[in-house]
C-alpha cells in the first residue's frame, strides 16, 4: 500500500497517475476534496482508498502494518496564508506525524519542501542539509517557515542518531507547473493564470520590476514541469538508498516573460505582453531571482534531464490547457 497525502491535489495528484500507470497497486488517497471539482483530478484512477484527513490517525490504526511507502504532498501550500496556527497543524504537526509513523512502520517516506524556505534567496539556494545552513534560512511568509523548520528536525534527528524512516527525501519544489492544477485559485502557475488570455490573442500583462537589475519582465524564476517532479519521486522509490533533503528545479533561471512568450507560442500566436502596477503589499517580500542548485540531486545518480521550459509549455498548453479533458 502507498499512501498519497494531497493525493487529489496538484502534484499529489500527478504522482498518483504515475504510479498507476507504472503498475502499483493499492494506492491511497489522503486529502480533503470539499466541494469544488477537485476530485476530477482523481477520477481517472483506481484507489484501495480515498481518506479525509481527518480520518487518517483510524486509517492508519486499522491499515498501517500494510503501508509500505508514504508520499507526502498534503499542505496548506498558500503564500498568503497568515492563519500560522492553521499552517503549523496542518503543515508541521502533521509532517512530524507521519515522520514517527515511517519510523516505526521502517518504510520510506518522501515529502514536500519547498523553495519557500530560501527566503529572499540572500543566502543562495543550496541544498545543503546540515544543521548550519538549514538554521540560517530565513523563509519570508509562513508557509515557508512550516516547510523550513521541519526540514531542521529532519536534519536534528539525523545528526543525533535519533531513529529514521530507512529511506527519507524532503524535495525543495522551485516553481512547479502542469496539468491538475486548476483547483488552486490565486496559487495557480502564471502560465494557468495567462492562457486563456493568451487564447484569447489578448494582451497578458506581467507585473512590472521595482529592482534597479531586473527590466520589467525580466524577474527571473526557476520553472520546473510537473512530469520531471513525478519522474525524481518514482526514481526516488526505485532507489532506497537515497536519503537527503534536495531541490526539484529545472535548473536555470527564465523570465516571466519568456514564460508569457512561450505560452502564446504554444498556441501558434504571436506575443502580446504588457506590465502592469505590482501590488505593494506584495512588494517587500518579492524574490527577483531563483535557481535550484540540482547537483546535489545529480550526485545522488538522478541523470534524467529536466524539461526545458518552452518544451514544458507546449506540453502544458497543448496537451491539457487547451484540450477537450484537460486532466491528467
Known sequence: MIIVTGGAGFIGSCIVAALQEAGKKDIVVVDYLGTDEKWKNIAKRELAACVHPDDLDAFLAAHGHQVQSVIHMGAISSTTETDADLINRSNFTLSSKLWDFCT???????YASSAATYGDGE?????????EHLNALRPLNCYGWSKAVFDRKVARERDENRPTPPQYAGLKFFNVYGPNEY???????????????????EEVLLFKSYHPDYADGQQLRDFVWVGDIVNVIMWLLEHPEV???????AGEARSFYDLAAATFHALGLEPKIGYK???ESLR????????ADISKLRAAGYTRPMTQL?????????????APDPYM
Open 243 to 249: 536519503s537527503g533533503i534536495f531541490n526539484i528545479g
Open 183 to 201: 483547483h488552486k485559485g490565486s496559487m495557480k502557475s502564471v502560465i494557468a493564470h495567462i492562457f486563456p488570455i493568451a487564447k484569447a490573442n
Open 284 to 291: 517587500p517580500k518579492y524574490q527577483y531571482y531563483t535557481k
Open 123 to 131: 543566502l543562495g539556494f543550496s541544498d545543503d542539509d546540515s544543521q
Open 310 to 322: 518552452e518544451e514544458g509549455v507546449r506540453l502544458y498548453v497543448q496537451n491539457y490547457l487547451n
Open 277 to 279: 502596477e505590482m501590488p
Open 104 to 110: 516505526a512502520q521502517k518504510c520510506p517516506f518522501i
